[in-house]
């Protein structure tokens, strides 16, 4: 049975860093390109960014109100890929999920960003 | 960016009736080398992750009743509930992963009329 577990998300003031991660078990993790997606409340779905798997060379594409500020990372020993926000802003509070190759999402990890 | 744009934003539809969902995108999702159309339809209830429904704009994914359908191409595409179950109520997004940025449509609320 495929799997996404994320953790990691909890409350940070404006201007700091948290980081996600997304556990995966039951596909295979090496060959699969890992998304996130967030969502405000109450609002639609927003494409975050992806990393490709090793054979297309860990490459990673961002989504633009996010690039340079956010990071997506993978760790094959550990199935789990990563993803480490900085300079965190209030318009960045929402559910973040992870998702496989369109098919299978997480159950989603809340992130606020307030004062 | 490739813009998606559904339509409606929201409908009421009765119980056992048909229920039509729209999306275009601003330029063609359609990978001529393998005539397959970068977009996916999925179904969010409330406080629940997206499932997905439809793939390749046509196929639905294992386990989806067959009232569900899907179809169009290029830039044009449409979800189809046959009859409405009230187990249907929720939020469908499209979404194309032809190119990146990746993106969703805004979104149509399905509820009983």
């Known amino acids: 049975e495929v799997q996404l577990v994320e953790s990691g998300g909890g409350l940070v003031q404006p201007g700091g860093s948290l980081k996600l991660s997304c556990a995966a078990s039951?596909?295979?993790?090496?060959?699969?390109?890992i998304h996130w997606v967030r969502q405000a409340s109450g609002k639609g779905l927003e494409w975050v960014g992806r990393?490709?798997?090793?054979?297309?060379?860990?490459?990673?594409d961002y989504a633009a109100s996010v690039k340079g500020r956010f990071t997506i990372a993978r760790d094959e020993s550990k199935s789990t890929a990563y993803l480490q926000m900085n300079s965190l802003k209030s318009a960045d509070t929402a559910v973040y999920y992870c998702?496989?190759?369109?098919?299978?999402w997480g159950q989603g990890t809340l992130v606020t960003v307030s004062s | 960016d490739i813009v998606m744009t559904q339509s409606p934003d929201s409908l009421a539809v009765s119980l056992g009736e048909r229920a039509t969902i729209n999306c275009k995108s601003s330029?063609?999702?359609?990978?001529?080398?393998?005539?397959?159309?970068?977009l996916t339809w999925y179904q969010q209830k409330t406080g629940q992750p997206p499932k997905l429904l439809i793939y390749w704009a046509s196929t639905r994914e294992s386990g989806v009743p067959d009232r569900f359908s899907g179809s169009g191409s290029g830039t044009d595409f449409t979800l189809t509930i046959s009859s409405l179950q009230a187990e249907d109520v929720a939020v469908y997004y499209c979404?194309?992963?032809?190119?990146?940025?990746?993106?969703f449509g805004q979104g149509t609320k399905l509820e009983i009329k």
């Open positions: 979404l194309q992963y032809y190119d990146t940025p990746y993106t």
């Open positions: 039951g596909f295979s993790f090496s060959d699969s390109a």
């Open positions: 330029q063609s999702v359609l990978y001529s080398s393998n005539n397959k159309n970068y």
């Open positions: 998702a496989y190759n369109w098919t299978h």
């Open positions: 990393i490709r798997s090793k054979a297309k060379n860990f490459a990673t």
